[in-house]
């Protein structure tokens, strides 16, 4: 028997976690794919927003778009606030109208990271910046004008494109002997391609008739702090490049002097989705692995 393919229409794709989902539905015959970028779809202007969605009439739409520099939230808060409340509002608004579900992308900053062992679903949200404050913003808007809707919370994304932690930790090791990576903050790195995986498989379900709306957290398996992660990067690389790094020293958040307060516990409990839709943690240590290499076998050195 033929199957029409599920049609998802995808915010943000020119960003690391909608680029991810784009090609990785793309691969699969079960989706038909539309990837619109900033400039293919501003979501900040509510007719723009309707007129596309009643263009395409997807079966899904999956909200990857967003502000998502916390030190800069911090100086432009108006451009936060539009990109990561307002424009959930007029995207879930418009799904509303035409009873589409929504799929948004959430982070881990709705927390304080007071939290040593880490949050659930149903802990209390307590953001420390106006990123964090943006985020859950944008959380409680889906929640209001869609109920149909999945919000799932990732932490510390990562991939082989654009501006992310992985990315500037190899361009660093290139350029300095001696580097430093913040050891009083735990967290769970979590791939942008793993992270379309769980996407696309809650989707999946969700079209054979799973009942499961609400929010979700999935990140990457094992705890470490970011100077464990840069580590890990600086190792992945060195099978293919003589990096110029020698030395990474930890160091405290505090001596940054950063812009934005950050969670100092970003750790996510992952046993809602398990439970739920039986989608289990991947270790992002072999994600990692594979993204450098990825990484490698596109640039030459």
């Given at each position: 028997?033929?199957?029409?393919?599920?049609?998802?229409?995808?915010?943000?794709?020119?960003?690391?976690?909608?680029?991810?989902?784009?090609?990785?539905?793309?691969?699969?015959?079960?989706?038909?794919?539309?990837?619109?970028?900033?400039?293919?779809?501003?979501?900040?202007?509510?007719?723009?927003?309707?007129?596309?969605?009643?263009?395409?009439?997807?079966?899904?739409v999956i909200n990857?778009?967003?502000?998502?520099?916390?030190?800069?939230?911090?100086?432009?808060?108006?451009?936060?606030?539009?990109?990561?409340?307002?424009?959930?509002?007029?995207?879930?608004?418009?799904?509303?109208?035409?009873?589409?579900?929504?799929?948004?992308?959430?982070?881990?900053?709705?927390?304080?990271?007071?939290?040593?062992?880490?949050?659930?679903?149903?802990?209390?949200?307590?953001?420390?910046?106006?990123?964090?404050?943006?985020?859950?913003?944008?959380?409680?808007?889906?929640?209001?004008y869609m109920p149909?809707?999945?919000?799932?919370?990732?932490?510390?994304?990562?991939?082989?494109?654009?501006?992310?932690?992985?990315?500037?930790?190899?361009?660093?090791?290139?350029?300095?002997?001696?580097?430093?990576?913040?050891?009083?903050?735990?967290?769970?790195?979590?791939?942008?391609?793993?992270?379309?995986?769980?996407?696309?498989?809650?989707?999946?379900?969700?079209?054979?008739?799973?009942?499961?709306?609400?929010?979700?957290h999935y990140c990457?398996?094992?705890?470490?702090?970011?100077?464990?992660?840069?580590?890990?990067?600086?190792?992945?690389?060195?099978?293919?490049?003589?990096?110029?790094?020698?030395?990474?020293?930890?160091?405290?958040?505090?001596?940054?002097?950063?812009?934005?307060?950050?969670?100092?516990?970003?750790?996510?409990?992952?046993?809602?989705?398990?439970?739920?839709?039986?989608?289990?943690?991947?270790?992002?240590?072999?994600?990692?692995?594979?993204?450098?290499?990825?990484?490698?076998?596109?640039?030459?050195?």
């Amino acid at each position: 028997m033929q199957f029409d393919p599920v049609k998802i229409l995808i915010t943000g794709a020119d960003g690391q976690s909608g680029f991810a989902i784009a090609r990785t539905a793309e691969q699969d015959s079960f989706f038909e794919v539309i990837p619109l970028n900033r400039k293919q779809l501003d979501v900040t202007q509510a007719e723009k927003v309707v007129a596309v969605l009643d263009r395409y009439l997807p079966d899904y739409v999956i909200n990857c778009a967003g502000f998502n520099f916390a030190d800069r939230a911090e100086r432009e808060p108006h451009k936060a606030m539009l990109l990561n409340a307002e424009a959930p509002r007029i995207i879930a608004a418009a799904c509303g109208d035409l009873s589409i579900p929504i799929v948004h992308l959430s982070s881990d900053y709705v927390f304080d990271g007071h939290y040593a062992s880490g949050y659930t679903e149903l802990d209390e949200t307590q953001p420390l910046g106006v990123y964090g404050h943006s985020k859950l913003q944008g959380e409680l808007n889906v929640q209001q004008y869609m109920p149909r809707h999945i919000i799932v919370r990732s932490s510390w994304l990562f991939s082989d494109r654009g501006n992310n932690f992985m990315l500037r930790t190899l361009n660093e090791a290139r350029e300095n002997n001696l580097m430093y990576g913040v050891d009083d903050r735990r967290g769970c790195p979590t791939s942008a391609f793993d992270l379309a995986r769980v996407v696309l498989a809650i989707i999946k379900q969700l079209s054979c008739g799973a009942e499961a709306w609400g929010t979700y957290h999935y990140c990457g398996a094992e705890v470490t702090t970011r100077y464990g992660f840069c580590e890990a990067v600086v190792a992945a690389a060195r099978q293919f490049e003589d990096l110029k790094v020698d030395q990474i020293k930890p160091i405290a958040s505090k001596d940054l002097m950063t812009e934005a307060e950050r969670p100092s516990t970003s750790v996510l409990k992952c046993h809602k989705i398990l439970n739920i839709f039986g989608i289990r943690q991947r270790p992002w240590r072999s994600e990692l692995q594979r993204l450098v290499r990825d990484h490698y076998g596109q640039v030459h050195y």
